[in-house]
T-cell receptor, first 114, second 115 residues
Framework: EAQVTQNPRYLITVTGKKLTVTCSQN?????MSWYRQDPGLGLRQIYY???????DKGDVPEGYKVSRKEKRNFPLILESPSPNQTSLYFC?????????????FGDGTRLSIL | AQTVTQSQPEMSVQEAETVTLSCTYD???????LFWYKQPPSRQMILVIR??????QNATENRFSVNFQKAAKSFSLKISDSQLGDTAMYFC????????????FGKGMKLTVNP
């Protein structure tokens, strides 16, 4: 089954404790992105990657890091999480040759930073 | 900077009725894509419909259609014969072409379909 898998689905943690949210897709997609969703703000793009070792900042990259060492994986790293990073996070992927109609979203990760 | 505005935070409609969700955007680009996404309580993001700016014909997908007014930078979604399963958050989104992977979302609108 074609899917984008995020882990964990839920996480409660404390300020300053490094965490990683994993994202993996099994569709051989070149493009991957991370978004955060906050009430009243919609979804905002954090980082995106257009291929292995190619990443770029979205609209709200501060406090986040990403890496793309393998095509299938695109982890989101919070080196020193803070309460303002409490949010719902989505990973998405799509193939390069098709337009956004083929973007696949993961099921989301709910992060709470205390 | 490109922006997407959904001015109605919330709407409700009776089952079987027609409802229109509004969206405006701001860009200096000439070619771009526009999308409507649906997010039900399960929080999945589901693509409803897309429109390419260079196409004058409005996109339709079954009960969903758009009214795309390029000069006015307006992209409204019409849902006909509303169903209970249409209850969800709806997001309008914009993607500039030219190889960009940026996707700008509106703030969303909560639609409730009542029996």
């Amino acid at each position: 089954e074609a899917q984008v898998t995020q882990n964990p689905r839920y996480l409660i943690t404390v300020t300053g404790k490094k965490l990683t949210v994993t994202c993996s897709q099994n569709m051989n997609h070149e493009y991957m992105s991370w978004y955060r969703q906050d009430p009243g703000l919609g979804l905002r793009q954090i980082y995106y990657s257009m291929n292995v070792e190619v990443t770029d900042k979205g609209d709200v990259p501060e406090g986040y890091k990403v890496s793309r060492k393998e095509k299938r994986n695109f982890p989101l790293i919070l080196e020193s999480p803070s309460p303002n990073q409490t949010s719902l996070y989505f990973c998405a992927s799509r193939p390069r040759q098709l337009s956004f109609s083929s973007q696949h979203f993961g099921d989301g990760t709910r992060l709470s930073i205390l | 900077a490109q922006t997407v505005t959904q001015s109605q935070p919330e709407m409700s409609v009776q089952e079987a009725e027609t409802v229109t969700l509004s969206c405006t955007y701001d860009t200096s680009e000439n070619n771009y894509y526009l999308f409507w996404y649906k997010q039900p309580p399960s929080r999945q993001m589901i693509l409803v419909i897309r429109q390419e700016a260079y196409k004058q014909q409005n996109a339709t997908e079954n009960r969903f259609s758009v009214n795309f007014q390029k000069a006015a930078k307006s992209f409204s979604l019409k849902i006909s014969d509303s169903q209970l399963g249409d209850t969800a958050m709806y997001f309008c989104a914009f993607n500039p072409q030219g190889g960009s992977e940026k996707l700008v979302f509106g703030k969303g609108m909560k639609l409730t379909v009542n029996p």
